[in-house]
């Protein structure tokens, strides 16, 4: 079992940043690929950003390409998403997930085994 939990969400006006972070606890951490996800009001939940278990491979959705970038810290257990250039349209709870994924697939929700509660990204235009 792995638990999962995100931070750093908040209120931003647009062009502004945001780091979000997802801790996790339980299994090995550095065995898992790790993914962003978002569900904004009234849409279903879509891919954002992912990363694959040895940290070499990164993968994006393309609206944000070049804004958001993904990166792990598997001493600390602990996967983040660096925010730039926020766009209005980014407004949307995001949520971290950790899957066993080799290969193809990680911007698959159904590849992803465990997810966390979400938090909140609201950027105001």
């Known amino acids: 079992q792995v638990q999962l939990v995100e931070s750093g969400g908040g209120l931003v006006q647009a062009g502004g940043s945001l780091r979000l972070s997802c801790a996790a606890s339980?299994?090995?951490?550095?065995?898992?690929?790790m993914g962003w996800f978002r569900q904004a009001p009234g849409k279903e939940r879509e891919f954002v950003a992912a990363?694959?278990?040895?940290?070499?491979?990164?993968y994006y959705a393309d609206s944000v390409k070049g804004r958001f970038t993904i990166s792990r810290d598997n001493a600390k257990n602990t996967v983040y998403l660096q925010m730039i250039s926020l766009k209005p349209e980014d407004t949307a709870v995001y949520y971290c997930?950790?899957?066993?994924?080799?290969?193809?697939?990680?911007?698959?929700?159904?590849?992803?085994?465990?997810w966390g509660q979400g938090t909140q990204v609201t950027v105001s235009s």
């Open positions: 997930a950790a899957g066993t994924i080799y290969g193809s697939g990680h911007g698959i929700q159904d590849k992803y085994d465990y």
């Open positions: 339980g299994r090995t951490f550095s065995s898992f690929a």
């Open positions: 990363i694959s278990w040895t940290g070499g491979n990164t």
